[in-house]
């Protein structure tokens, strides 16, 4: 039980700290006039990136054993993922009439949540936290 509070801690921070960069370079690319699935697109898959090295390392404590193939379903996760957080935006914002930026805060606590129970159960399940 204190294993998994500390590692839901440590997933908050980095989660935190990934979704930090993704929002930022979201709205920098708004900002500069680019279209908002293409602004979504870029910042979530550098944001990905950054996530899945943090997570690797501090989080789930990935070893060598098995890294190719968790890194695999890892971004397996993440590419169906940008799909239904670059879906879900565009219904917030353009069905809904939700402002593009309560949009995307909205859509990213919906993703976070659900790509943390995936690569809890699916992804780094047989790993410790340390």
Known sequence: ???????????????????????????????????????NVLSYVIAVV???VFNNLFVFREN????????IKYFAM?????????A????LYEICGIDIVVSKIIDSLIIIISTF??????IFKNNSAG
């Open 1 to 39: 039980m204190k294993r998994n509070l500390i590692e839901l801690i440590k997933y908050g921070f980095w989660g935190c700290v990934s979704t930090g960069i993704n929002l930022l370079l979201f709205y920098l690319f708004i900002y500069l006039h680019m279209q908002y699935i293409g602004a």
């Open 50 to 52: 950054f996530s899945y």
């Open 64 to 71: 060598n054993a098995g890294r190719l193939e968790k890194g």
């Open 78 to 86: 993440r590419g169906v993922s940008i799909l239904v957080d670059s």
């Open 88 to 91: 879900l935006l565009a219904f």
């Open 117 to 122: 129970i995936i690569s809890k159960l699916f």
